[in-house]
Nanobody
Framework: QVQLVESGGGLVQAGGSLRLSCTAS????????MGWFRQAPGKEREFVAT????????LYAESVKGRLTISRDNAKNTVWLQMNSLKPEDTADYYC???????????????WGQGTQVTVSW
């Protein structure tokens, strides 16, 4: 069993930056692919980014490419999402997830955190 806890969300102005963290307990993250998803009010949860256990493979949603960067440190059992040049449309609850393989589908991920809220204002 893996417990995931996100942190780092908050209110930021458009063009600003935030760094989200996801820390795991219960089991090491070393063998899991890790993903970030988000859900805006009234919308379905959508894929944001994912990283393989070795960090060799990273995938991003087209809407965040060049602005958001996923990274991880297996020794620290932590995954980050660096968010730059934020836009109001990035406003959402952000969730990290641990899964069996790198991919964009939420069905690949077995463990989910409770989420952290990001609000981007004009």
């Amino acid at each position: 069993q893996v417990q995931l806890v996100e942190s780092g969300g908050g209110l930021v102005q458009a063009g600003g930056s935030l760094r989200l963290s996801c820390t795991a307990s219960g089991r090491t993250l070393g063998s899991y692919a890790m993903g970030w998803f988000r859900q805006a009010p009234g919308k379905e949860r959508e894929f944001v980014a994912t990283i393989s256990w070795s960090s060799m493979t990273k995938l991003y949603a087209e809407s965040v490419k060049g602005r958001l960067t996923i990274s991880r440190d297996n020794a620290k059992n932590t995954v980050w999402l660096q968010m730059n040049s934020l836009k109001p449309e990035d406003t959402a609850d952000y969730y990290c997830a641990a899964g069996r393989a790198v991919g964009r589908s939420a069905s690949l991920y077995d463990y989910w955190g409770q989420g952290t809220q990001v609000t981007v204002s004009w």
